[in-house]
């Protein structure tokens, strides 16, 4: 059996070493079209920063994989057709300037995403990156390293840009962060929770504007001098990062004439099996269904990317027995950057009342440690709960300490319906002082939410 893997950052890697555990008769094959695979993308703000070297970018060597994993490797290898009726894909290889095809027996499709591009003028300009690759980080560090970058400007106030501002304030740079909604993290915090952390990064000295850029100004040397915006603004700089989401990676399989979801990425059932029955797809590339309502959702993210590429890899190499299933996302995405910690777990409000539930919030603000230590720092919880049943459905944490591990808690409370009164009144929370109080912030938000829930003054259930 021959299992071609299509794509080598995270979860072609993943696929093609578990698809060699399933199957260690089996040829498999990983075909890269970069010098690199494993690549560690959500390293590179700390690598930007100066704060992790090189070699935190890349997991394992291609070498290494082969020797360690059991699969093939081929970088500098892309693949430009596959032809579905003949199982066969066509590859070039770059180094070479040939062109071949290539038989397989069954095909993982892990192609990934890139960086979604502005579409202005100047975005090709010397000193405007994007940040996706191991090859923009290696760019946007070598290109501060040399020198002359006093002022960055970053276009979108998502995680990515977040940390990368950290990451240039982390080295002096002053940061300019355009954000038409005017702050940060729009679709992931409600305002009122967003708060700590756009104050946190203004005490920095990032200044966040409600600006869109309209174009990039050359110094006529082809190197960025300026920023233009639709408020008729011109902002001088000499770097500019654009973190303004991904885009999947799926021409390919769409010329193939594999089916695409509504997100945009590649439609699988949650065997991860396209719409063919010798090709899976995993990772960066698919969608996949969020538990708390079943709604497809584009998640890409590197934990999903791993377990979708062992399911698919474990179906694609059997040769009998039940299908492995893919549970779903809760959805979890956390960020810790200006000494702030920030997470979403599960649907917003306005995700869940788009998904039909009849939802209520509540918001505390508690402590993260025993008051009376001095490094006890204000912990803010918002619970996100259907009315009446009170079951849970989503949750954010904002803090200096403490949100992002307790984030964590959320995700089995949300996948196993918990409501919010078992939260309150059953829960037994570790309690150490310098840990977490007597009575934990996801306790008391679970009061509140309780009581939300349920319209009137709470009343333990019988």
Known sequence: MRIAVIGGTAAGPAAAAEAKRAAPDAEVVLYEQDTRISVGACEIPYFVAGVVGEGTLETLTPEAFERTRGAKVRTRHRVTKLDLSKRTVTVEALDFGSVHVEPFDRCILATGARARRLGVEGEDLLGVFPIRTADDALAIRAWLDAGGVHHA??????????????????????????????????????????????????????????????????????????????QGERIGCQLALVAVGIVPNVELAQAAGLRLGATGALDVDDHMRTGHRAVWACGDAVEVRRVVDGKKVYWPLA??????????????????????????????????????????????????????????????????????????????????????????????????????????????WIRAKTTVCEIAEEMDLLYHPPVAPAVDALRIAASAAWKAAAGRSRRRRT
């Open 303 to 412: 934990p999903v990317g791993r377990q979708t590429a062992r399911v698919a890899a474990r179906n694609a190499a059997r040769r009998g027995g039940p299908l492995e299933k893919f549970a779903g996302v809760t959805g979890a995405i956390g960020v810790r950057a200006f000494g702030i910690e920030a997470a979403q777990v599960g649907l917003s409000l306005p995700e869940a009342e788009a998904a039909g539930f009849d939802a209520v919030t509540a918001q505390v603000t508690h402590w993260s440690r025993v008051r009376a230590l001095p490094e006890a720092r204000p912990l803010h919880v918002r619970y996100v709960a259907e009315r009446g049943s009170g079951r849970l459905l989503g949750g954010e944490l904002v803090g200096e300490e403490g949100a992002a591990l307790r984030a964590d808690v959320l995700v089995p």
């Open 153 to 230: 400007v970053i276009i979108g106030g998502g995680f990515v840009g977040i940390e990368m501002a950290d990451g240039l304030r982390h080295r002096g740079v002053r940061v300019t962060l355009l954000e038409p909604a005017g702050r940060v993290l729009k679709d992931t915090l409600s305002e009122a929770m967003a708060g700590p952390l756009m104050e946190a990064m203004r005490r920095s000295g990032v200044a966040v504007r409600r600006e869109r850029v309209t174009a990039f100004v050359t110094d006529g040397a082809g190197r960025l001098h300026s920023i233009r915006t639709d």
